[in-house]
């Protein structure tokens, strides 16, 4: 038995079309990838505008007013600056677990906190919190990458989502996936890192370079 998977034309008909085809295609010329490259480096884009300005634009207009205050939902208006560029400033980083009271650890300006910044506990399940503040403009796919060494070979590396941000006087508070430290003779020691923060654009806003523990127990200064 066989299976059909449509009817077909006849061939009297096919030739009909195949004519009618040949006369109204003669002159069409598939669009090509060619075309498209040329299509898109003819393409130019408007002017960029600022936060502040596209606020100020037709502001008279109520109806379109109402509709940025919409699209661009709690943004504050004193907080919004002059430059196309957002201004993102981290205040602290914390390490919230079960286990223990947060760790608040403190960002040094220049993205290298001196000697050993944290002591993990092996086997501990912890999250990272990460307090910061936006300004000038939107922030647009603020992401978080994190990589690990030990005695000079990688052992770990993420890349988080944290998300897209308006300009607000208040500070954003932003936790991290659950993860839990490795445990055995093996992992514990001292460890490298490098912490980035970066958007769409691959813009880094801030770069923390430091050095952390594995232990049997929390730290007892800490």
């Not at 598939?30 to 490259?37: A, I, L, Q, T």
């Not at 390490?95 to 910044?117: F, M, Q, T, Y």
């Amino acid at each position: 038995m066989s299976l059909a998977v449509g009817a077909g034309p006849s061939s009297s008909n096919m030739d009909d079309k195949e004519g009618s085809a040949e006369k109204t295609t003669t002159n069409h010329r598939p669009e090509s990838d060619d075309d498209n490259e040329e299509e898109n480096r003819n393409l130019h884009l408007g002017p960029q505008y600022t936060l502040k300005e596209q606020l100020e634009k037709d502001k008279d207009d109520e109806s379109l007013r109402k509709w940025k205050e919409q699209l661009l939902g709690g943004v504050d208006i004193n907080n919004i600056g002059e430059t196309l560029e957002p201004e993102v400033k981290f205040l602290s980083v914390a390490i919230v677990s079960p286990d223990r009271e947060d760790i608040v650890l403190s960002i040094p300006a220049d993205g290298k906190p001196e000697g050993l910044w944290f002591t993990l506990k092996e086997a501990s399940h912890y999250r990272l919190k990460f307090s910061f503040q936006v300004s000038n403009n939107i922030v647009s796919g603020l992401r978080y990458t994190n990589t690990v060494w030990k005695t000079g070979v990688k052992v770990d590396s993420t890349k988080d989502m944290i998300g897209t941000f308006s300009p607000q006087l208040e500070p954003y508070t932003h936790e991290m996936p659950e993860e839990t430290a490795p445990s055995g003779f093996l992992a514990r020691g001292s460890y490298t890192a490098k912490s980035k923060f970066l958007d769409d654009d691959n813009k880094c806003y801030l770069e923390i370079n430091y050095t952390f523990d594995i232990r049997k127990d929390w730290a007892a200064t800490e």
